[in-house]
């Protein structure tokens, strides 16, 4: 079955420290990755995505992410963490359906709170 | 461009009565997502639109829900009669196409409904 982890509820942070948020995945074939973040009383917003290519990938806001695939995993970093960073963020992974159509598959979620 | 809005925002309701929630996806985007959060686990897919017709509806939980999206625009998910259980986040998504091929994936989600059953 395919399906995310994410270990750690929540993270917490000093402002201006690195920061990595976790997550493990489970899928066949090659996995197309995915971050998104919450911030309050707000939908859902892109932030990455690995397809191919370099392992590290580059995004939205200074975030990066590492595709690890012997680890099976897709961390989310970020050099120095900002107070505005603080949010929910949700990995996910593509699922093939019959049909040709996809669907994404999210894991429980990380509340990353970064302190002043 | 208009993103993907949900209409109502918050819902309070008690048990056994009826809920509509509705989704706007982003003009010409085909493909329309209806996710579920329950407080503090994972966002769950419901179900998954192509144009007006369903393309999966594997996530629904039983038949108290009732999706429609008529002339493929717009969508509905009527929750009737509500349970306890019902409580939650309901996410809408929508993107303009995803077939197997080069098409990434990316949804582009609107901001929720919240659905409160007492």
């Known amino acids: 079955a395919q399906s995310v982890a994410q270990p750690e509820d929540q993270v917490n942070v000093a402002e201006g420290n690195p920061l990595t948020v976790k997550c493990t995945y489970s899928?066949?074939?090659?996995?197309?990755l995915f971050w998104y973040v919450q911030y309050p009383n707000r939908g859902l917003q892109f932030l990455l995505k690995?397809?191919?290519?370099?392992?590290l990938v580059k995004g939205s806001y200074g975030f990066e992410a590492e595709f690890n695939k012997s680890q099976t995993s897709f961390h989310l970093k970020k050099p120095s963490a900002l107070v505005s960073d603080s949010a929910l963020y949700f990995c996910?992974?593509?699922?093939?359906?019959?049909?040709?159509?996809?669907?994404?598959?999210f894991g429980a979620g990380t509340r990353l709170a970064v302190h002043p | 461009e208009a993103g993907v809005t949900q209409f109502p925002s918050h819902s309070v309701i008690e048990k056994g009565q009826t809920v509509t929630l509705r989704c706007d996806p982003i003009?010409?985007?085909?493909?329309l997502y209806w996710y579920r959060r329950v407080m503090g686990k994972e966002i769950k897919f419901l179900l998954h639109?192509?144009?007006?017709?369903?393309?999966?509806e594997s996530g629904m939980p039983n038949n108290r829900f009732l999706a429609e999206r008529t002339g493929g625009t717009y969508s509905t998910l009527k929750v009737q009669p509500a349970e306890l259980e019902d409580s939650g986040v309901y996410f809408c998504?929508?993107?303009?196409?995803?077939?197997?091929?080069?098409?990434?994936?990316?949804?582009?989600f609107g901001e929720g409904s919240r659905l409160t059953v007492l």
């Open positions: 996910a992974v593509r699922a093939k359906v019959s049909g040709g159509y996809n669907k994404l598959i």
């Open positions: 899928v066949s074939g090659n996995p197309y």
């Open positions: 003009s010409g985007h085909d493909n």
């Open positions: 639109f192509v144009k007006e017709s369903k393309q999966d």
């Open positions: 998504a929508s993107s303009q196409e995803w077939t197997s091929g080069w098409n990434t994936g990316e949804l582009f």
């Open positions: 690995y397809i191919t290519g370099d392992n």
